[in-house]
């Protein structure tokens, strides 16, 4: 099945939109819960009718659309550098785990284990904590890992360490969307043109 461009751009919005996210709270501490939620909630949407039911719908993913056509333009570079290679490294996460079924299947589990308890987590940092466990116990046992940079003395907090381990999670989802709506790291250079024209069309949606 042929996906296309517009798919693929939503699902690399959204996984931009972690990458700026775990970048925030890493160098500042803090992110824009706005931001936040529609990644959160991409890790529980196992049977979305469509790609922009995934993140709950395409006005919850601008800013990573934003940031999207900035990376593929070329602007903000010098801002843009950081998120690029976190997306970059979260890419080959995500193909390692693609090819560790046996992670996959706990790591879906889990994943559906916190949905049938949501009601269950007290406050959203609860089920983040929740989260972050999972990418714990996974992907940060695989052979590369995402390395996060940041003001030392908030990386040293166990309760940031914990929201950036969760957001990378959310990350993957992103990037296994993207994988598995046909999306390819050489696509960002020979589908510039159409990814750029999907995510203005998409943004002034």
């Known amino acids: 099945m042929k996906h296309s461009r517009r798919e693929q ?3 690399l919005g959204g996984l931009l939109q ?5 970048e925030l709270m890493a160098s500042q501490g803090s992110c824009d819960a706005n931001w936040e939620k529609p990644l959160f ?3 529980f949407a196992f049977d979305a009718p469509d790609t922009p039911s995934v993140y709950g719908g395409m ?7 934003t940031l999207l056509l900035d990376m593929l333009r070329g602007q903000n570079s010098q801002n843009m550098s950081g998120i690029a290679n976190l997306a970059m490294n979260t890419l080959v996460v995500q193909k390692q785990l693609a090819d560790n079924g046996d992670m996959l299947a706990i790591l879906g589990q ?5 949905a049938k308890h949501l009601d269950l987590y007290d406050s959203p940092e609860a089920m ?7 990418y714990q116990d996974t992907l940060s046992t695989l052979p590369f890992r995402i390395k996060v940079a940041g003001q030392v003395n908030l990386l040293q907090r166990e309760d940031i360490a914990q929201h950036i381990r969760a957001l990378l999670l959310c990350a993957v989802r992103s990037a296994m969307l993207w994988r598995q709506l046909g999306g390819r790291r050489w696509h960002l250079l020979i589908n510039k043109g159409a990814l750029i024209k999907a995510a ?6």
Do not use: K, W
């Not at 972690?18 to 775990?22: D, L």
């Not at 006005?59 to 659309?65: A, D, E, K, S, T």
């Not at 889990?110 to 916190?114: A, D, G």
């Open 9 to 11: 751009a939503i699902a």
């Open 18 to 22: 972690a990458c700026r996210c775990t």
């Open 41 to 43: 909630d991409s890790l």
């Open 59 to 65: 006005h919850n993913l601008r800013p990573g659309l």
């Open 110 to 114: 889990r994943l559906e284990h916190i």
């Open 128 to 134: 983040q904590r929740a989260v972050a466990g999972i």
């Open 200 to 205: 203005e069309q998409l943004l002034r949606g």
